[in-house]
């Protein structure tokens, strides 16, 4: 029987006739869909966030951040998870709403940076708010495999 000869497989590293390489365009496009998947776990995850704040869900708040949470506060105070769910366990800190905008994901090496604007209005200790702000956050997956808050900065947005 003529015709051709069965391909080898081919050995990592090998550059040999025959050999095909891995396409770069094939790598590149799966790398940007892991990274896609990424941004939509952390899309969503800011969005529980975003719903627990407004509830004053201390429990789900509690499984969104990190035990290691480092946050800098828009008066430049820096506040432990606890300190976080103990102002919403005790009511001090009432959303009325938190609309998100002018947000950016970046992924870095496994960890989720996101940035973005947030249109905030609620009472704190009783004196009503309204304020323009926007957060920082860094997210990591913790040893449960969950999306987790471990850093985290709040800016007070300046008029223009």
Known sequence: MGGRKAAEPCQRGSYRSGCERPRRQNLTQGISSM???????????????????????????????SPSLIFTTHFGSSISKQDDLEIHRSGALKFQAIE??????LILNGLGYVSV????????????????????????????????????????????
């Open 35 to 65: 990274l896609e998947s990424i941004e939509h776990q952390i899309d969503a995850v800011e969005e529980e966030l975003r719903l627990a704040m407004l509830a004053s869900d201390v429990e789900s708040l509690d499984a969104l951040i």
């Open 100 to 105: 998100p905008s002018e947000r950016k994901v």
């Open 117 to 160: 604007r947030m249109r905030l209005s609620g009472a704190f200790s009783g004196s009503p708010f309204q304020e323009d702000v926007r957060f920082s956050r860094v997210w990591q997956r913790s040893q449960k495999n969950s999306w987790q808050v471990v850093a985290g900065q709040a800016t007070v947005v300046q008029p223009k």
